[in-house]
């Protein structure tokens, strides 16, 4: 019995959905640009795949694969139109520890438990929590991703010496090296200028390999970082033993490459997003992303998630359909079986001028202009967010960016608790409490009455507050106690009938009146035994 091929699995799945992409609606000229868009990325796909796979310490195919099958699922099943998924170093940095200890097969179940979980997240609909992600976290993420692109093209001027050792390129190789980076990247700058033909990363690509090849110069090729020649990915069971101790060792990777690959893909949809002026698909690229890896472990693919580098080249190219991303997937494929000879002879200075185009356009240059005019808060995080992308990781340095930016939220927020008192001629004084009240003002709250000295009766206000927590609520209840304690009248106003509900002892001091606001507070109530905790 033969094994079952990508090609027969992919035929049998269901395409329908595909159908956003507006296929009825491509014109000649808006296919050309797809195609052509799809193999501009093609192109920047090969040498980031073998570098990729070099890192985590597997066959260059490995990551060959991992680029066309994920970039083939998640063109088709993907969130956002335009987006290219493929083999990452985000990814690839954590792989290379399980592969040095357990072999590329436990690397394979990995992917495959990975996927598994991206489809949970994708299923619960956990997509949705990127929104929490702040604006001052984006651009420090795309910050830092653009320097590590950046950084990731230094390799390229690298060679092996005489004694087998790695050296920085010198003397005319660098010259030569340089300059035909410069040449790409002028060209990409001019061609947009002349024509919209063709894509403006392809046309550098292409003249700068037509330039190479036609003088004999002697440049890194792709084809020095390895073969890409090779056949159609085939149905493979990772043959790891099924037993609680190969769980054991893949369940922590899979969780972490699960969580990396969502978090980096989800900024991308975001980025890509605002390029497009699309909104939405969170979920169900949970869902393209989950289903791409798990077949990916099935075909012998390092796994991978979205690129925000190669998303880019091809929204700029003009990918802005699904086609582009297909196009770019069936590409890579047909090098790896077909045109392996060919695309090893392009010169690795075209796609690193191309790369460094991509980093001018993704670095958020604005950020230098208005970091004297945000808030401090702020330009620390975007300057932290950076930093952590650039020494450590990508996801680690969004966790990192949403925790600092929530306590410096709250820290803010704690402080604008406070009091406006009037008094009344009745004797009567009224306190009118304005800002949140939650757990991190409590303390200021507590602070702003005097019941000790003030009058018999006295009104607590909350028309212009929001009660917001349990703290919160316990808060009320502590005061309303000490002024109950002196013998004195309170009454609190303005209350939502939430808050009512809720509150235990003070419950009995509210005034009812039709301008009461009407929100819910976090918490739930037990009758049984009076008091207040829990999640609502």
Same mark, same amino acid.
Request: charged share 15%.
């Given at each position: 019995?033969?094994?079952?091929t990508?090609?027969?699995?992919?035929?049998?799945?269901?395409i329908?959905?595909?159908?956003?992409?507006?296929?009825?609606?491509?014109?000649?000229m808006?296919?050309k640009?797809e195609?052509?868009?799809?193999?501009?990325?093609?192109?920047?796909l090969?040498?980031?795949?073998?570098?990729f796979?070099f890192?985590?310490?597997v066959h260059?195919?490995?990551?060959?694969?991992a680029a066309?099958?994920v970039?083939l699922m998640?063109?088709?099943?993907?969130?956002r139109?335009?987006?290219?998924?493929?083999?990452?170093?985000?990814l690839a940095?954590?792989m290379?520890?399980?592969?040095?200890s357990?072999?590329?097969?436990?690397?394979?179940?990995?992917?495959?438990?990975?996927?598994?979980l991206?489809?949970?997240?994708?299923?619960?609909r956990?997509?949705?929590?990127?929104?929490?992600?702040?604006?001052?976290?984006?651009?420090?993420?795309?910050?830092?991703?653009?320097?590590?692109?950046?950084?990731?093209?230094?390799?390229?001027?690298m060679?092996?010496?005489?004694?087998?050792?790695?050296e920085?390129?010198?003397?005319?190789?660098?010259?030569?090296?340089?300059?035909?980076?410069?040449?790409?990247?002028?060209?990409?700058w001019?061609?947009?200028?002349i024509?919209t033909?063709i894509p403006?990363p392809?046309?550098g690509?292409g003249?700068?390999?037509?330039?190479v090849?036609?003088?004999?110069?002697?440049?890194?090729?792709?084809g020095?970082l390895?073969?890409?020649?090779?056949?159609l990915?085939l149905f493979?069971?990772?043959?790891?033993?099924l037993?609680?101790?190969?769980?054991?060792?893949?369940?922590?990777y899979?969780?972490?490459?699960?969580?990396?690959?969502l978090?980096?893909s989800?900024?991308?949809?975001?980025?890509?997003g605002?390029?497009?002026g699309?909104r939405?698909?969170?979920?169900?690229? *949970?869902?393209?992303?989950?289903l791409?890896?798990?077949v990916?472990?099935?075909?012998g693919?390092?796994?991978?998630c979205?690129?925000?580098g190669?998303?880019?080249?091809?929204?700029?190219?003009?990918?802005?359909?699904?086609?582009?991303?297909l196009?770019?997937a069936l590409?890579?494929?047909?090098?790896?079986?077909?045109?392996?000879?060919?695309?090893?002879?392009?010169p690795?200075?075209?796609l690193?001028?191309?790369?460094?185009?991509?980093v001018?356009?993704?670095?958020?240059?604005?950020?230098?202009?208005?970091?004297?005019?945000i808030?401090?808060?702020d330009?620390f995080?975007i300057?932290?967010?950076?930093?952590?992308?650039?020494?450590?990781d990508?996801?680690?340095?969004?966790?990192?960016?949403?925790i600092?930016?929530a306590?410096?939220?709250?820290?803010t927020?704690?402080?604008?608790i406070h009091a406006?008192?009037?008094?009344?001629?009745?004797?009567?004084k009224?306190?009118?409490?304005?800002?949140?009240?939650?757990?991190?003002?409590?303390?200021g709250?507590?602070e702003?009455?005097?019941?000790?000295?003030?009058?018999?009766?006295?009104?607590v206000d909350?028309?212009?507050?929001?009660?917001?927590?349990?703290?919160a609520?316990?808060?009320i209840?502590?005061?309303?106690?000490?002024?109950?304690?002196?013998?004195?009248?309170l009454?609190l106003r303005?209350?939502?009938?939430? *808050?009512?509900?809720?509150?235990?002892?003070?419950?009995?001091?509210m005034?009812?009146?039709?301008?009461?606001?009407d929100?819910?507070?976090?918490v739930?109530?037990?009758?049984q035994?009076?008091?207040?905790g829990?999640?609502h």
């Amino acid at each position: 019995m033969t094994k079952p091929t990508l090609a027969s699995i992919v035929g049998r799945l269901p395409i329908a959905d595909w159908r956003n992409a507006s296929l009825a609606t491509l014109s000649p000229m808006l296919i050309k640009t797809e195609v052509l868009a799809g193999l501009t990325v093609a192109l920047a796909l090969v040498p980031e795949a073998v570098a990729f796979a070099f890192v985590a310490g597997v066959h260059p195919l490995v990551g060959l694969y991992a680029a066309f099958i994920v970039g083939l699922m998640t063109a088709v099943f993907g969130g956002r139109p335009g987006m290219i998924s493929g083999a990452t170093g985000a990814l690839a940095v954590v792989m290379v520890a399980l592969v040095a200890s357990h072999g590329v097969e436990y690397l394979f179940a990995t992917v495959v438990l990975m996927g598994i979980l991206q489809l949970l997240a994708g299923a619960f609909r956990l997509g949705k929590f990127i929104r929490l992600v702040p604006h001052p976290v984006m651009l420090g993420f795309v910050n830092g991703l653009a320097i590590v692109i950046f950084l990731a093209q230094m390799s390229q001027f690298m060679v092996i010496n005489d004694l087998g050792a790695q050296e920085w390129m010198a003397g005319s190789t660098l010259i030569l090296m340089l300059g035909l980076v410069g040449l790409t990247m002028a060209v990409i700058w001019l061609v947009p200028k002349i024509t919209t033909a063709i894509p403006a990363p392809l046309a550098g690509i292409g003249i700068v390999a037509a330039v190479v090849i036609g003088f004999g110069l002697d440049v890194p090729r792709v084809g020095d970082l390895a073969s890409i020649e090779g056949g159609l990915p085939l149905f493979h069971i990772p043959t790891v033993p099924l037993s609680l101790e190969m769980l054991k060792v893949i369940f922590p990777y899979a969780v972490i490459l699960a969580a990396i690959g969502l978090i980096e893909s989800l900024l991308t949809l975001n980025i890509v997003g605002e390029m497009t002026g699309k909104r939405g698909g969170a979920s169900r690229e *949970c869902l393209a992303q989950g289903l791409a890896n798990t077949v990916t472990g099935f075909f012998g693919g390092m796994g991978g998630c979205a690129m925000i580098g190669q998303s880019m080249i091809n929204v700029k190219s003009g990918g802005r359909t699904r086609l582009s991303a297909l196009s770019a997937a069936l590409f890579l494929l047909a090098f790896i079986l077909v045109a392996s000879n060919i695309i090893e002879q392009i010169p690795l200075a075209a796609l690193v001028g191309v790369m460094f185009m991509v980093v001018i356009g993704t670095f958020a240059w604005q950020t230098l202009r208005i970091m004297r005019r945000i808030p401090m808060n702020d330009a620390f995080v975007i300057v932290l967010v950076t930093g952590v992308t650039v020494a450590y990781d990508l996801a680690i340095a969004v966790v990192v960016g949403v925790i600092v930016s929530a306590l410096t939220y709250a820290w803010t927020n704690a402080r604008r608790i406070h009091a406006r008192i009037d008094d009344t001629k009745e004797g009567v004084k009224v306190y009118k409490i304005d800002g949140p009240l939650f757990f991190g003002s409590t303390d200021g709250f507590a602070e702003l009455f005097s019941p000790d000295t003030d009058p018999d009766s006295v009104i607590v206000d909350f028309m212009d507050s929001r009660v917001a927590d349990q703290s919160a609520l316990q808060a009320i209840e502590d005061m309303a106690s000490r002024y109950q304690d002196l013998g004195k009248t309170l009454q609190l106003r303005h209350l939502s009938r939430d *808050c009512h509900k809720l509150l235990n002892r003070a419950g009995q001091l509210m005034v009812d009146s039709n301008d009461d606001p009407d929100y819910g507070v976090a918490v739930e109530y037990s009758i049984q035994t009076g008091m207040l905790g829990g999640e609502h």
